[in-house]
């Protein structure tokens, strides 16, 4: 009976895992670098190798042996990361796979019942494909720090002499997934994964998660505008004549309210400056250059294309590219610029402007180029005139 035990021992390390990884579509992802947390919960299941528990228990003496199997359970994990860009995270965490099992019946008569419960920690390379703003794919490759903790009882013919052995090992995880944001700071996410275990007398196996789960982003970075060399375009000079017998002086006017087209300054729907729209940019601020003001206003108008909601966000962007941009190339103290955003509410164009154009769900470029005049970054500066 003692080499019984021994191969019934052996056999319930068959609690071999192995599965099915389930391929998604995940980054904010955002674009924003930062520091994330999150939990998963779903499905773990486990392939359970009835014919090598039945091979063994025979080997041992027994005639004839029946297997049924607990194979699934329920799974989680609880994680956190840091996004270093769009493309790639880092991410660590605790995870539960669950209890799997099996019951077998044998001839003579007896039961042999086995379990396993695994839990442990991760660490991952996260790959993202951002897909849309708000929808991305993502794959991850990492290690698994997993302790398997083995329980064995044996009822009338079958003894266990080790009833509950445990292992702790390190082994290779991966899975895919995908992740949808519902705004800068809350995602949600759909992922398969693989962890790779190895049991507590000597078996080899995978156990697969299939789960959904919440993640919660802290503050995110924006990415600064993209800076191109561009030679500022010459500022006309307007000359006045000072008294006699003071020498002239040259004087620059101060600019009261300055509209940029906002076709010159971005590509459409884009809040990124282009190169022609640096050197209008870079001509306001040269203008500004010897004189005194209290406050510049920065006020991003979008055309009536489009949701409320996107056309706040767009212009709201666009004013604090411009904002940044004469922080930024013209020295101007950020304090006093003020970036607003207001949709399309205030037009140049009168809604019988474009009565003739047409467009379905989809704006049409006729009517795209027909309010081009409404799409625009207009400056207010609030200023004293005279020299520095």
């Known amino acids: 009976m003692k080499l019984i035990s021994a191969k019934v021992a052996k056999v319930s390390g068959t609690l071999g895992l192995a599965a099915l990884a389930v391929i998604g579509s995940p980054s904010a992802v955002a674009d924003d670098a930062g520091w994330y947390v999150g939990a998963n919960v779903g499905q773990s299941r486990a392939k359970i190798d009835d014919e090598r528990i039945s091979n063994n228990i025979i080997g041992a003496g027994f005639t004839s042996v029946t297997i049924s199997d607990d194979d699934r359970d329920i799974g989680y994990k609880v994680f956190a990361g840091y996004q270093f860009n769009k493309y790639f995270a880092l991410e660590g965490g605790y995870f539960d796979l669950g209890k799997f099992g099996y019951t077998a019946t044998t001839v003579p008569a007896g039961t042999l019942n086995g379990t396993i419960k695994l839990q442990g920690l991760n660490l991952d390379a996260v790959g993202i494909w951002p897909i849309t703003e708000k929808f991305s794919a993502f794959g991850r490759l990492g290690a698994n720090y997993a302790e398997a903790k083995d329980s064995f009882v044996g009822t009338g013919a079958v003894i266990v002499t080790n009833p509950n052995p445990s292992k702790r090992d390190t082994n290779l995880k991966f899975g895919l997934g995908v992740q949808y944001a519902f705004n800068e700071s809350m995602a949600m996410r759909v992922e398969a994964e693989r ?28 990415p600064a505008p993209e800076q191109v060399a561009v030679a500022p375009a010459p500022v006309p000079e307007v000359v006045t004549p000072a008294p006699v017998p ?17 076709d010159s300054l971005f590509d459409f729907d884009k809040a990124t400056v282009k190169s022609a729209g640096k050197q209008e940019l870079d001509q306001f601020a040269a203008d500004l250059q010897g004189a005194k003001f209290e406050m510049i206003t920065v006020t991003g108008h979008s055309d009536r294309i489009g949701t409320h909601a996107y056309n706040m966000k767009l212009s709201q962007q666009r004013a604090d ?37 047409k467009s379905g769900k989809t704006a049409s470029k006729v009517l795209i180029d027909c309010l081009q005049p409404d799409r625009r970054v207009e400056v207010e500066v609030d200023a004293t005139k005279g020299t520095k």
């Open 321 to 357: 590219t411009v904002k940044a941009y004469l922080v930024e190339s013209a020295g101007i103290p950020a304090e006093k610029i003020t970036a607003v955003g207001v949709d399309g509410s205030e037009p140049v164009t009168k809604p019988s402007d474009c009565d003739n154009v």
């Open 195 to 222: 962890y790779i275990i190895n049991d507590a007398v000597g078996n080899h196996g995978d156990i697969d998660l299939l789960s959904l789960g919440l993640v919660y982003r802290f503050g995110a970075k924006k």
């Open 246 to 262: 003071e020498p002239v002086v040259v004087r620059r006017p101060v600019p009261k309210k300055v509209s940029f087209s906002a």
